[in-house]
């Protein structure tokens, strides 16, 4: 397989040494359309992996049984070996269109975890300002979400999951509502923030460039009914310069290789 | 508004009608019309009268408990309503119905009811302004993006929680415009309620006024009552300019 190792097929995917978060026969129906049928999963601890897929292939459902915010019709969710089936600490969600609170200075939004936690006024709000700090927004506490550009709301929200201290950080396509630039900008600070963090990310994207760029492991989910098609590992050397990603030769092929893969459900 | 290339204050257009008010006033075609400087100067004296104090006491009083009742029980339930459905389907019919009904109607009611006293004055405030608040904060509660309620229940939220820290503050400006609406209604239901009942507040100084055709006084008292309206509702829309702030910025 030369750069990537890519196991085909469907699952089950022999498990990995130390996976943090155990998916077995999910499966959900929304009416009659069926958007994830016996999803087996297993996600390492300390890795990004990516669910990638075309629009309709159920990667957003998923994530959300995941998070416990959406019940499955079947199957479990495990999280460190325990079954969850609600929202719980050791996992934290970044939304898509960021779900901040307008009312909200960045510091209020950052700390809300922690307030909904109980936890007093002053320490959270010293978490909260090194986190800020952290995705890059100090000298923003006091400013309200309005006031911050598309791709600054989303280090807040970045920084809302971050300061709630989860094992798991669950991303709902966080990219996909920020401009191009931002986005660049923001995917090389994944990647630095996943060294320093020594998180699990679960990332849900529809861009093969993103996904291959960011994960050390790729799920692509085949569409109606969402199904796990293929996982590959893409090899790529990202202790460099992010901006070299870019021009590697790995993550060129491994994206043409996906590509070729998805291109069927393309109408 | 420009006139001839200047540009012309808000209030002018009001400053005209005031002087063709002065105008058809002096001019003596209809009794009903006193010109404008004599309703100002009835005004003036009026102020000063005890009556029309007590009377201002009672009324504002009666106005002010009706609007917090219909604010603490309209809220409540348009907040109800907006995530329940099955409290939507049971009472949506009838609050939409109250809320366009002629509510003057009702009043004669009210006053089997309650008697010939404030209590009545109280419920048609309530009765004139509730439905409004009911509908606006239901509107303002289905409005809220479901991110924002996903993301509190993602991050522990309990449902006190959920209420208190995201529903209501998102629900906001719906909410503020809705109890303006409702000040402006309740007005309304204050003095309909009183000229019925016609014994109490305002509601006797009319009837007084216009039996006597003391007509500068009786058009003294519609515009104090008048720009008490204006005022209120001038008031919460400061508030709701300054929810806005937030609000404009929702997605």
Redesign the interface.
Known sequence: MGATALRNGPSPVPAPIDSIVEVRGISKTYGNVEALRGIDLDFPRGKLTSLLGPSGCGKTTLL?II???TRADGGTVAINGKRVSA???E???V?????L???ATVTRNVA??L???GTNKAEREETAHRYIAEVGLAGFEDK???ELSGGMRQRVGLA?ALS?DADVLLLDEPFSAVDEQNRRKFQEDLIRLRTNQNKTFIFVTHSIEEAVYISDRIVLLSPRPGRVSQIIEPEIDRSGDPERIHRDRHYLDTVEEIWQGLKQYVE | MTLFGYRVPMMASLLVWCVVWEIVGRLDLVFMLPPFSEVLAAAVDLVQTPSWQSATVTTLRAFAMGMVLSIVIGVPLGILMGRVKIADDLLGMWVNIFSSAPLSAIVPVLMILFGFGEKTIVAAVFLFAIWIIVLDTRAGVRHISPSLIEMARSYGASRPALYTKILVWAALPEILAGIRLGLIRGVKGVVIGQLLVAIVGYGALFETFSRNFRMAEFWALTIILFAFALLVAELIERAEAKVEYYAGARQ
């Open positions: 959300k998070a416990g915010l929202p719980g600490p996992r934290a969600f939304f898509q269109d960021f779900a609170m307008p009312w809300f975890g307030e909904l936690r309200y979400p309005h809302r709630v």
